[in-house]
């Protein structure tokens, strides 16, 4: 592998094909591998070789592919906190979606010197990674309750409260305070942090509902986000694209088809060009809509042959065909009629 990047960079010209093609195929752990294998043979770093053959977004892509997974967070968070301003939408989607084990101890010191107030008390919280483990059975009731009497009960609000129960429990424990809230309030949990909260101290806590609800669902949100409209924020596309093609990708795109009712890889397809759009695509995988069209000539090939068995007279099966390809929905029905 090491020779064939080595290959694909040398002389007049380079192979971006050779390139993405290889390293999107390879794990991180095999990429931090082959970079090892070409310092030893070709005594440069395969990194800083990459990026004098390459430019652009393609860059980009190629060397956050090879950034080992807590590096990049890392670099991610203090590229979003350096200079003038912050990023904080790059915190919040960091922070909110990562597991404890997969925070870094030295940036409690950055995130919080460009950060203030209740929306660095739930950083803090966030990084001190003190989420405890599995659902507590006898905490459920009290922390729905104590959200209800910090916020929708309260003239103001404790924000305290929401910042300890939303960062302190599991995903699976909230999950069943949500469900609780809901029966104790008549609210869904979000429209109580939306009407009691602002600003980023909001933002960080509705990513931390959604990411209990489910971690897939949050990234095909921010994906979708990522892409809709005129342009593309393409550091976030890249970012959650390297950072879960190998955590949850697959699950990411089930959500993507189901919320949007079309694939992530059409919307990448349609929204970006070139290398970098082919590297994207290698990560993400198959195209769901086509995946769907296959399953579903499939399917339309076994009840044709269930007509044929069933009414053996070809102007029935045309019509039976003609009826279920205009309502595939009915097609249970239409069988169990027959």
């Known amino acids: 592998d090491a020779e064939v990047l080595y290959k694909a960079m040398k002389g007049l010209g380079t192979d971006e094909d ?43 892509l190629i060397v956050a592919l090879m950034t080992p997974p807590i590096m990049y967070d890392v670099t991610s968070l203090r590229d979003s906190i350096k200079g ?23 940036l409690e010191e950055d995130v919080t010197g460009d950060t203030g107030g209740n929306f660095r008390r739930m950083l803090v919280v966030l990084l001190q990674a003190s989420r405890q483990q599995g659902i507590q059975e006898d905490l459920i009731q009290s922390d729905a309750q104590a959200l209800l009497a910090a916020g929708e009960q309260k ?33 869904e949990i979000e429209e109580s942090i939306q009407r009691e909260t602002s600003g980023t101290l909001q933002e960080v806590l509705l990513a ?9 669902g949050y990234f ?43 694939s992530l890889h059409k919307t990448i397809q349609g929204d970006t060009s070139g290398d970098y759009r082919k590297a994207l695509l290698l990560l993400c995988g198959g195209d769901d809509n086509y995946l769907i069209q296959v399953s579903n000539k499939h399917i339309l090939a076994f009840i044709f042959q269930e007509l044929c068995n069933r009414f053996k007279e070809r102007k029935n099966i045309l019509v ?19």
Do not use: W
Request: proline share 1%; hydrophobic share 35%; aromatic share 6%.
């Open 208 to 216: 931390v509902v959604k990411c209990a609800r489910g971690v897939p």
């Open 220 to 262: 095909a949100e921010s994906l979708y986000n990522a892409m809709k409209g005129s342009g593309t924020d393409d550091q976030k596309l890249i970012r959650i694209m390297v950072s879960r093609s190998e955590v949850d990708m697959m699950d990411i795109r089930a959500e993507f088809r189901k919320r949007f009712a079309t």
């Open 18 to 60: 050779a390139i993405l093609q290889l390293l999107t195929a390879r794990s991180n752990a095999q990429r931090q591998e082959i970079k090892a294998a070409y310092k030893t043979l070709h005594g440069n770093d395969l990194v800083d070789d990459l990026k004098s053959e390459l430019g652009g977004k393609f860059e980009s």
């Open 320 to 338: 039976e065909t003609t009826k279920i390809r205009r309502t595939e929905n009915n097609i249970i029905t239409i069988l169990c009629l027959t």
């Open 84 to 106: 003038a301003g912050t990023d904080e939408k790059v915190l919040i989607e960091i922070l909110a979606s990562r597991l404890p084990n997969e925070h870094n101890d030295d």
């Open 155 to 187: 003239y103001g609000t404790d924000e305290g409260q929401f910042i300890t129960i939303l960062g302190n429990r599991s995903n699976a424990h909230l999950r069943r305070v949500f469900d609780e809230y809901r029966k104790i309030s008549g609210y």
